[in-house]
């Protein structure tokens, strides 16, 4: 089984989108699991070498859609969704295979719904999925505007029209998202929590979320460490 890490957001060295690739290798490799890294197509060469990553997505999670009424939100939502799920198409993900997610925002979910159901039946593999706390305004309606309810709420209705509950796993280190998107979601989101202080391994810097959510991947990948 790999962890197929799809990080559409990874384009450059430095950030969290950085810092996570390189503490979800070093766990996932302490660990003895194989991961596979999916990259914006802007990643350096370099870096990609490096990282072994594999330059795949055109759109970020920060490409802007129209918010100004629902209706067209939804189908900036969708045309971002299904250039994700054509982008996936050419990466060769594996029915034994987990898709993580690790900050997804509802078209990257949208997409990766629509990947799946190009897919057959028995040849989709688990996905797991976290809501980072950066994505969100946290507060009474954590996610806003409306038009973005209505986007997560038309996001999940596709995934889980593809794929069973069971086979998925939702999650964030937020209370508060939890909160929200078990109601959007209409299923339990897990709750996981963030480590304060996380040592070094061989001299390596493990970022505290990184370690977070490979506990996170445990029920997948047979691993009962947080």
């Known amino acids: 089984m790999r962890i197929v890490v799809c990080d559409n957001g990874l384009s450059q060295i430095g950030g969290h989108h950085y ?3 390189l503490g979800l290798r070093v766990e996932l490799a302490e660990r003895g699991a194989e991961m ?3 990259s914006h197509v802007t990643f350096p060469p370099s870096l990609c070498e490096a990282l072994d990553a594999r330059p795949t997505f055109h759109y970020s999670p920060y490409h802007r859609i129209s918010r100004d009424r629902s209706r067209h939100y939804l189908k900036g939502q969708e045309y971002l969704g299904r250039r994700f799920a054509s982008d996936l198409d050419e990466a060769s993900v594996g029915t034994c295979d987990v ?3 690790h900050s997804a925002r509802a078209s990257e979910i949208w997409g990766t719904a629509e ?3 190009r897919q057959g039946a028995g040849r989709r593999p688990l996905v797991a999925i ?3 706390n950066a ?3 946290v507060g009474p309606h954590i996610v806003d505007p409306e038009s973005s309810r209505d986007a997560y709420l038309n996001a999940f209705d ?3 029209s593809v794929v069973p509950r069971e086979r998925t796993c939702l999650s964030s280190s937020s ?3 939890v909160a929200a998107m078990t109601e959007l979601a209409g299923t339990p989101v897990n709750l996981y929590p963030m480590p304060k202080f996380v040592p070094k391994l061989d001299g390596v810097s493990r970022p505290p979320n990184a370690v977070a959510l490979v506990g996170v991947l445990g029920p997948f990948n047979g691993d009962d460490r947080a």
Do not use: G
Request: charged share 10%.
């Open 36 to 38: 596979a890294l999916l």
């Open 115 to 117: 990947w799946l159901s």
């Open 158 to 160: 596709k995934l889980f």
């Open 175 to 177: 209370a508060e998202i």
């Open 99 to 101: 898709l993580f997610l």
């Open 135 to 137: 994505d969100f305004t």
């Open 19 to 21: 810092n996570l690739a």
């Open 130 to 132: 976290n809501f980072m």
